[in-house]
């Protein structure tokens, strides 16, 4: 039973869109295909009643007008007498087994009704056919009759019956494709509003406007929007303002070390105060980037902003390498873009030494931007983990390379609201790979 659920489970098709019409379709034809068969036997059943009646009638008076002509002028009468269903004959008949048919033994008693009493009669079926029967019954002067019946169940249908079927079957499907259509659109609609949630959280309003049951969903989803806008700018609010806050104190701390005198101990003051600074002021950046502050976006060349970068670090003395891919307009936020990578080749930088930079382009509206190192690598359980915000491997807390661990969670912030997607692999041979996906941004967006 289990598995015979399963697998109409497997069979059913993936959308609700399909099960649904699947379900209103098959219930509706097979209610249609019912009532049809009802009404066909019913009315079969009506004129079975009527040529019942009739044939009462009609045997009674053809036997009694055989039986009064005189005995050569009946064979003449017999095409006359006969109807669509029986037919006379001036003969004995043939012998049978006994009537056993359902409709047969229906006219059998009105035939009985119809000759009794005053003759006498015996009937038998037709070897070989079911529904064919015989009633003998002599005449006045001794000549068989013998009346040979068809029973025919109910009337042939009309010609036009199929048609009228397929098109009332084809108007249901109609209703049903249309009645599905406006119970799943509400659905859709919200999914896209779901997804159009963008990384800044800011609220996509839903239209409130359909069935009630649309307004009040589309109503309660627009309130949870609001509701989780409301939290997130509470607590970047609450994060911006104490990295801000603390770099007053900080620097008024910087201002009195400067003044000690100089020993190990005042350049470690300086070398903390150094540190609280960093993550103040990464505070107030992921801050900022989570508030959405999106910049516009602009078409520039990728490969001339990352050539320059390389460039700026190589002047600074950093080992950063860049392989061109050739010049090529592309519309990004050149802001954002140049942070993910800075953030990219700083980890680079501190945590392996030398940096590569390479970018391919992906199609006229792609682009991918790879940050290579030869270091130690990500453990494949962390890959993920670290991009979460603070979140730093044992072994760069053990090493004195500093940071705070939001480096990555801005990245990634960051490549949200580039269009893009950020991921880390580790390569072949050892090192590390920062994979930055970017398809171009549409300028009207935010212009
Ligand atoms: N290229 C890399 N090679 C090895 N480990 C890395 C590399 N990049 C990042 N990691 C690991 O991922 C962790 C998180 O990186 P992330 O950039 O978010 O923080 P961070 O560099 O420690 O601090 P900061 O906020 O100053 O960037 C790092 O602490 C480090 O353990
Ligand atoms: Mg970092």
Avoid at 236 to 256: E, G, K, V
Avoid at 305 to 325: E, I, N, P
């Amino acid at each position: 039973m289990k598995r015979l659920a399963a697998r109409l489970r497997s069979l059913a098709p993936a959308s609700l869109f399909a099960r649904l019409t699947l379900i209103l379709l098959a219930g509706l034809a097979a209610a249609q295909f019912l009532s049809t068969m009802l009404t066909i036997d019913e009315r079969n059943d009506a004129s079975m009643g009527a040529m019942i009646d009739y044939v009462e009638v009609d045997l009674r008076t053809a036997v009694a007008l055989l039986d009064r002509l005189p005995h050569d002028e009946r064979a003449a009468w017999l095409p006359r007498l006969q109807r669509g269903g029986y037919r006379y004959a001036l003969d004995a008949g043939q012998a049978g087994p006994p009537v056993t048919a359902p409709h047969s033994l229906r006219l059998l008693a009105s035939v009985r009704r119809a000759l009794t009493p005053g003759h006498a009669f015996t009937a038998n079926a037709v070897a070989g056919d079911a529904e064919r029967f015989q009633v003998h019954v002599p005449l006045a002067d001794g000549q068989p009759l013998t009346v040979d019946f068809r029973p025919r169940r109910g009337l042939p249908l009309s010609e036009r019956l199929p048609w009228m079927l397929a098109a009332q079957l084809a108007l249901v499907a109609l209703a049903c494709w249309l009645a599905v259509r406006l119970a799943i659109r509400p659905l859709r609609t919200l999914a896209q509003a779901a997804d159009a949630l963008g990384p800044d959280l800011r609220p996509v309003r839903m239209p409130e406007q359909g069935p009630s049951e649309v307004v009040a969903a589309a109503r309660a989803f627009n309130a949870m929007q609001q509701r989780i806008a409301a939290y997130v700018d509470e607590r970047l609010r609450i994060l911006a303002a104490i990295s801000h806050d603390l770099q007053t104190p900080i620097t008024r701390m910087r201002l009195r070390v400067d003044l000690m005198d100089e020993s190990p101990q005042q350049q470690r003051l300086i070398d903390d105060l150094q540190h609280l600074e960093d993550l103040a002021r990464q505070g107030i950046g992921y801050a900022r980037t989570m508030h959405g502050q999106l910049e516009p976006a602009r078409a520039i060349d990728p490969n001339d902003l990352l050539d320059a970068m390389a460039l700026d670090y190589r002047d600074s003395g950093a080992d950063v390498a860049y392989a061109s891919a050739g010049s090529a307009p592309f519309c990004t936020r050149p802001g954002a873009l140049r942070r993910v990578v800075n953030n990219l080749v700083d980890n680079g930088l501190k945590y392996a030494g030398e940096v590569h930079i390479v970018m391919e382009r992906a199609g006229p509206d792609a682009i991918t931007i790879r940050v290579l190192d030869r270091g130690s690598g990500i453990p494949e359980a962390a890959l993920e983990q670290v991009f979460e915000p603070f979140y730093r491997l044992e072994s760069s807390r053990n090493r004195d390379t500093g940071g705070t661990g939001l480096g990555l969670a801005i990245a990634r912030q960051l490549a949200l609201t580039l269009d893009g997607g950020l991921s880390l692999h580790n390569r072949p041979g050892g090192g590390l790979e920062a994979r930055l996906v970017l398809r171009a941004v549409q300028p009207k967006v935010n212009a």
